[in-house]
Every structure is written in C-alpha cells, then in structure tokens.
Nanobody, 121 residues
Framework: VQLLESGGGSVQPGGSLRLSCTTS????????MGWFRQAPGKDREAVAT???????TYADSVKGRFTISEDSSKRTLYLQMNNLKPEDTAMYFC????????????????WGQGTQVTVSS
C-alpha cells in the first residue's frame, strides 16, 4: 500500500493550496479516507475525513475553509484549502482504512509520508 501526498508548500495568509494523495496497492474504497496534520510540538489532529456513510467531518478550525473530496477514477484524495492562516502551518498526512471501514467506524491503517504546508507573510 502506498499513499503519496503532494501539493504542499509555502503560501501567504489568505492564500490557497490543494493537497493530493494518490493511492495504490489495495482495493480502493471511497470511504474512510482522511487528512490529518501535525504541527511542531503539538499532537496530530484530524483535519477532514470521509466516513463510513460517505459524510464529511471537519475540524472546527477549518470549517468553511477546507474541502475534502476524492476521485475514485484516479484513486486520489484531495484537500482544497482556502483562506489559509498561519495556524494551519503543519505537516499534512493522508490516511486510509483499507477495509473501507466497519460498523464500528474507520480505523486508518495506512498513512502517507506527509507534505509540509507553511503559511506566513
């Protein structure tokens, strides 16, 4: 299983980035995929996830600014990030539950290496 993130970079506050996570090596499922981030000295947090019922869940801090989506034909997960703020600076990781989830929810068992997002003026 491979997850390859791309699209990170440096941007000024108010700017936008789109992260991509291309997947391979397992039977693709549009369920139980997500983006997480970790800033230096902080715990990893869920940013946006697609759940077992295909609903989207967003961290309160990114609601209205970030949008998670996926393209099954490309086996790719996206995170559109608009109106970026300095507090969005972190390493961003995509993660999947290769089983597609269960009645107990999602258990993300594979993770990418991450892509750095830096927001500063």
């Amino acid at each position: 299983v491979q997850l390859l993130e791309s699209g990170g970079g440096s941007v000024q506050p108010g700017g936008s980035l789109r992260l991509s996570c291309t997947t391979s090596g397992y039977v693709y499922s549009m369920y139980c995929m997500g983006w997480f981030r970790q800033a230096p000295g902080k715990d990893r947090e869920a940013v946006a996830t697609i759940d077992t019922d295909f609903s989207r869940t967003y961290a309160d801090s990114v609601k209205g600014r970030f949008t998670i989506s996926e393209d099954s034909s490309k086996r790719t997960l996206y995170l559109q990030m608009n109106n970026l703020k300095p507090e969005d600076t972190a390493m961003y990781f995509c993660a999947v539950d290769t089983s597609g989830g269960s009645t107990y929810g999602c258990s993300h068992n594979y993770w990418g290496q991450g892509t750095q997002v830096t927001v500063s003026s």
